[in-house]
């Protein structure tokens, strides 16, 4: 198939079926392993964050979630986002993230900041060459020993 064929879609997940859930959860874990979304933690990020699907020709292939910052309001938190393998590197990954920052300033917030392993060449490229996120700080050993990640930002500018 050429590239004119393909459809990216990007859609908030509300109700969702069995297929959905499934579908949804084993995305994370191939993405996030131990630290990934399971049959507990996704129905509170349905039910009181926001939870994306990015869907290629109609399947389901990426998921990313949203919190909003108690102390901030204006505040989101990129929980997570993740591509199934086997799609990854065709855009999906950027038009969601797409999807997400121009839905923000609707929904009243004018920051979103997410933190990314330093070694994370691919979205490290996507958040600060395709979007422009700076990186705010350095968490040293914010998962735990060893486990130091980056916090980036990116600000509304409307
Ligand atoms: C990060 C992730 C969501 C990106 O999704 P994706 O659909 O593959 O992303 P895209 O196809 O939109 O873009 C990938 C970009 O990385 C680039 N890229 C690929 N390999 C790269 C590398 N080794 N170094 C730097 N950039 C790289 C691609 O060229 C593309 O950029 P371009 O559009 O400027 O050419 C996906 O890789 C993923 O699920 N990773 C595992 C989970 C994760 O790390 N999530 C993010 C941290 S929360």
Do not use: C
């Not at 300033?105 to 996120?133: C, W």
Request: glycine share 8%; proline share 5%.
């Amino acid at each position: 198939m050429n590239s004119a064929e393909q459809t990216i879609t990007v859609e908030i997940a509300t109700k969702i079926d069995e297929y959905l859930r499934e579908t949804m959860l084993a995305i994370d874990e191939e993405a996030f392993g131990p630290g990934s979304l399971n049959e507990w933690s996704l129905p509170p990020f349905l039910h009181y964050g926001r939870v994306y699907v990015a869907r290629y020709n109609g399947t389901p292939v990426g998921i990313a979630e949203l919190m909003r910052d108690w102390r901030d309001p204006e505040l989101a938190y990129l929980y997570g986002a993740a591509v199934a393998k086997e799609y990854q590197g065709y855009g999906i990954g950027t038009a969601m993230l797409r999807a997400i920052l121009e839905g923000l300033p609707r929904s009243g917030f004018r920051r979103l900041q997410l933190t990314v392993h330093p070694e994370n060449q691919i979205a490290i490229h996507i958040y600060q060459d395709k979007f422009r996120m700076r990186k705010v700080d350095f968490m040293k050993d914010y998962y735990g020993p060893g486990e130091d990640r980056w916090l980036f930002e990116w600000t509304w500018d409307g």
